[in-house]
């Protein structure tokens, strides 16, 4: 509480700017407008006798009646009365707090109210989904469930009360049927949607993710700079907001079909089913689909289609399964080659350096910005090992991203991000396609996973030709060497 009140000055000074109707001179009279609300109970209890019991509801639930907000400013008298509709108003826009009803606000921070751990366990829900921070930036959640208010989403309510806690907070979606339950620990916040009746439909759990992450990447932004978030979910679909039942593991650990967890207790190992907790969340890409087709044997008409064109690359023999799979990360290593010979045709090395500079301030601050370490690379430090930049020091990430907001490369046919169709030929949709292999299966490089024979092929042939393509030929030897 201390940390958030200290930071709500820091949120003022940085969100002025926008501000386009309303011009606050006096930073300190605005935080000092929202610090006299949560001022602390002893003070309250002396000044606002009259008003005792409206406080003690103000301290326990974060609900904040216009007459209590009168008195709590008369004491001060410093003419926050006068201009209540615009500090409210900026105080909504900063997630401080959120209007219920024409008479009455509601301030999370003050909600003290403990969230009843396993009250909504025995719905059916999807899994817990986790956003985690190395450090959770102070009232994130509170601004969170603030900004959820005012989407508008209903608060579901639990007989005559709503269901918005200290530590969580349940929302109703939409189509009054998913309810959307959001909560914070130490270190992160979570996410589950279950529904009264019925099964939770995958559609809207990828809606309200969608909805969930840009409100948080807007705040995480205004907030704090650099309190980025990382994706997880919790080993088992029960245990939300409860670190005793289930651990939450980080995403890209959620490769193979099926792992043992390797965050729970030695005495209570349980086996983590990668599909099950990750397809709520996870548009299923066409790719996938595509194996799975051939895992069930229905083989004939995906894998005909890939295997389109397979002629000119012959397959290397191999009957062994896991060699499969270590010849797919020898094939995925030079399909970074292959990009990068694309991107040296898009970024001449002779004008690479000052096309980074016209873009520096853009990289660095703008809404495709790079990471600390990439711009290392990027623009590397004056008396550093190396201070000439080049695509050699660069990682598919850094030169895809590069190519993508940067350059004039037309389009993939299916958009950037997507799964390229077989017939989508086109530079960008190879690099797509090298991408999306390389994030599906290079996270497990050096393990034992095993590839079937029928699955192997089929991506193989896509993947070299995507490969011979994209470098016009030149990397076709070292592909028949593997
Ligand atoms: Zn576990």
Redesign the pocket.
Known sequence: MLQFFHDIRAIVYFDQEFLSEVIILDVQWFADAFKNIITDKNHAKEDLYAFASEWDKFNETGELYDTLLFAIWKMNNNGYIEHKDNIMLYMEKLGLLAKMNEEKWYVPCMNKTPFPVNYFSSYPASSVLCYTFDFLPAGIFHRLVATCMQIPWEVLADNDQGCIYQTAAIFVFHDLHHNIMLGMTQKEIQLQVFVAVGEVDVSKCLQIRENIERMLHNLSNTFQKNSEFHVAFK??PTGFCDSKE??VISESKFIRATFQ?P??PAN?K?C?DTQYITKFWKQVPEEESKINKVKSGNEDTTLTEAMKGATSIELPSTDNSSENFDKIMKLLHIGVDAIRICFDKFFPKEHLEKTLKDNETDMRKGQFRFQPPQLEILFPPQGGPSTAVSSLSMDITIMYKLLRNYSDITPPGNGWGKDPKVEHITESDDIERIRLYRNKYSHDAGSNLVMKDNVFSAIWTDLSQAIIRLSAGVLKRRISEI
Do not use: L, Q, T, Y
């Open positions: 080993c088992k289930s651990a967890c965050s729970c209570e349980h983590i």
